[in-house]
């Protein structure tokens, strides 16, 4: 588990604006990690964090930077589960989240945002 930087980016609700906004980065040889698409807003998680925002911005997106959770978790039954109920009991609320696993891949990982990073890394403590 660990405490990552996501660009937050407005994109337009339309045929291929996901496809431009990533091609943005392509463009520049940056690797996507992680994308969640809602609506009308895109949460990345990229392999160079600076240069892709400087990359958006130069082509007129409209960026927002979060600090947000990725958390590990092993391809099995009821993982996600335990961590969703960890936080819940703990009072704490998931705002979003978006992950993905490989075919065949031993763990999944996970991007969640909580208003209160620090204490959901101290109840998930052990769960990777």
């Given at each position: 588990?660990?405490?990552?930087?996501?660009?937050?980016?407005?994109?337009?609700?339309?045929?291929?604006?996901?496809?431009?906004?990533?091609?943005?980065?392509?463009?520049?040889?940056?690797?996507?990690?992680?994308?969640?698409?809602?609506?009308?807003?895109?949460?990345?998680?990229?392999?160079?964090?600076?240069?892709?925002?400087?990359?958006?911005?130069?082509?007129?997106?409209?960026?927002?930077?979060?600090e947000v959770?990725?958390?590990?978790?092993?391809?099995?039954?009821?993982?996600?589960?335990?961590?969703?109920?960890?936080?819940?009991?703990?009072?704490?609320?998931?705002?979003?989240?978006?992950?993905?696993?490989?075919?065949?891949?031993?763990?999944?990982?996970?991007?969640?945002?909580?208003?209160?990073?620090?204490?959901?890394?101290?109840?998930?403590?052990?769960?990777?």
């Amino acid at each position: 588990m660990e405490k990552i930087m996501e660009l937050y980016v407005v994109v337009e609700n339309r045929p291929g604006a996901l496809g431009d906004l990533l091609g943005c980065l392509v463009s520049e040889k940056i690797n996507i990690e992680a994308v969640g698409l809602f609506q009308d807003v895109a949460k990345l998680s990229v392999s160079d964090f600076d240069r892709a925002k400087q990359a958006l911005m130069k082509k007129k997106y409209q960026v927002e930077t979060r600090e947000v959770l990725r958390v590990h978790l092993d391809n099995k039954p009821g993982s996600f589960a335990f961590v969703a109920s960890r936080l819940g009991a703990a009072g704490m609320n998931i705002e979003y989240c978006y992950g993905t696993v490989g075919k065949g891949q031993q763990k999944a990982s996970v991007i969640i945002d909580v208003d209160d990073l620090d204490r959901a890394m101290t109840v998930l403590k052990g769960v990777e």
